[in-house]
T-cell receptor, first 109, second 118 residues
């Protein structure tokens, strides 16, 4: 079966760093997306990894290990506006995104 | 670039009526469009995938006669919820993917439509 595992909720302090982990099992693999979703809004694209390693994009970085079925999203210099759900979504052999429930990130001042 | 619009953003309808939701890719040609439903505090649930000019592929458990999808052009897909019931109340989100994308399989999401059936 196909499965995504992320923590349900995390709390961090403004200005700090937080790492959101994701483990996945899919039928085939064609890369992994991270999306951000604010409450009541649609998801927005953050990153896409298809090769192993770290991709850095401003305050956000994403890491992938295909052999371990593992990815993480690293958020630096946290801001209050980063309070949102973060969705890890691998692309399976049919190029279909597999969605988990996401991680709700709460930022405290 | 890669903007997807959705209309209406909110709709309230009476039980038994039908509601049409439009999804448009504004600045690119969407070869594939996806329709999702999301209940509060739950993950996105893919309802169907549609390619321009062909019939939509529905996910297991989604009634194709109830959720009619039309993808008539490379920039427009519609979802019609027929004979809506209160349990159809949800957040409906469309997304679009085009072959010209920088990341080929990235999905660009519309802002969503909140449907309330009374």
């Amino acid at each position: 079966g196909q499965n995504i595992d992320q923590p349900t909720e995390m709390t961090a302090t403004e200005g700090a760093i937080v790492q959101i982990n994701c483990t996945y099992q899919t039928s085939g693999f064609n890369g992994l997306f991270w999306y951000q979703q604010h409450a009541g809004e649609a998801p927005t694209f953050l990153s896409y990894n298809v090769l192993d390693g770290l991709e850095e994009k401003g305050r956000f970085s994403s890491f992938l290990s295909r052999s371990k079925g593992y990815s993480y999203l690293l958020l630096k210099e946290l801001q209050m506006k980063d309070s949102a759900s973060y969705l890890c979504a691998p692309l399976d052999s049919n190029y279909q995104l597999i969605w988990g429930a996401g991680t709700k990130l709460i930022i405290k001042p | 670039g890669a903007v997807v619009s959705q209309h209406p953003s909110r709709v309230i309808c009476k039980s038994g009526t039908s509601v049409k939701i439009e999804c448009r890719s504004l600045d690119f040609q969407a070869t594939t469009m996806f329709w999702y439903r999301q209940f509060p505090k739950q993950s996105l649930m893919l309802m169907a995938t549609s390619n321009e000019g062909s019939k939509a592929t529905y996910e297991q458990g989604v009634e194709k006669d109830k959720f009619l999808i039309n993808h008539a052009s490379l920039t427009l897909s519609t979802l019609t919820v027929t004979s809506a019931h209160p349990e159809d109340s949800s957040f409906y989100i469309c997304s679009a993917a085009g072959s010209q994308d920088r990341v080929s399989y990235e999905q660009y999401f519309g802002p969503g439509t909140r449907l309330t059936v009374t």
